[in-house]
């Protein structure tokens, strides 16, 4: 997927209505505190910090897509948000980020990911102790969400039983999750029904 030729164009009206969705669904289930520093981790435009950014000290985001940051970025000064920092930035490639987050969320960008145990390794290295993860991702489907993208390589979705033992493994704590959306997509002229769960560990 060329997420720097979609970042044009991928605030549509529907992503932003399940983004806000997905936003206090994340701020319920992490019981923010506005003493929070956080971390997003696969940002796109920033549909999600947009939502929080108002209840934590500060938000940094990132994204491998220079497409994507650039959007985000833009909207930041022109909303002239403080509190919030986009860079482009894969933390796979040997160079962490230095600050402990309170808090790391994604938001479907999981499901891209090949090598998913050392990316969840290395947002378990950015969280400060007691700090969570709080993962929102697609329930296991049958490959029909990514279906017309012939480039999509990543997982087709996660059962959540499955990444809750690999979160464990990984030393995450507390790992609870449960399916809070239901929606379609149209696929060809035909629905296809999906779901999203949300995930939250602690280190």
């Known amino acids: 997927m060329n997420f720097n030729m979609q970042s044009i164009s ?3 009206e529907k992503r932003i209505k399940r983004a806000k969705i997905i936003a206090e669904q994340i701020a319920h ?6 003493s929070y520093s956080a971390l997003e981790f696969g940002c796109g435009t920033g549909l999600i910090s947009f939502q929080l950014y108002d209840k934590l000290k500060d938000i940094t985001c990132i994204d491998t897509s220079q497409g994507m940051i650039e959007n985000l970025n833009s ?38 990911i090949i090598d998913i145990d050392t990316t ?12 969570h993860l709080c993962i929102v991702d697609l329930d296991e489907d ?3 969400f990514h279906k017309l993208e012939a480039d999509f390589s990543g997982h087709h979705g996660f059962n959540q039983n499955q990444l809750k033992e690999v979160l464990g493994q990984i030393g995450y ?31």
């Open 29 to 34: 289930t992490a019981k923010l505190k506005k």
């Open 173 to 203: 704590k507390e790992v609870e999750s449960h399916t809070f959306y239901n929606d379609v997509k149209n696929i060809d002229g035909a629905e296809f029904q999906y779901s999203l769960f949300i995930a939250i560990g602690r280190k």
């Open 75 to 112: 909207k930041i000064q022109q909303n002239k948000v403080a509190n919030m920092a986009a860079y482009q930035h894969n933390i796979d490639d040997g160079h962490l980020l230095t600050p402990k987050y309170d808090l790391v969320y994604t938001s479907m960008a999981l499901h891209h």
């Open 120 to 131: 969840l390794a290395n947002l378990y290295k950015l969280l400060k102790t007691d700090g």
């Open 10 to 12: 991928w605030d549509t």
């Open 142 to 144: 049958d490959g029909s």
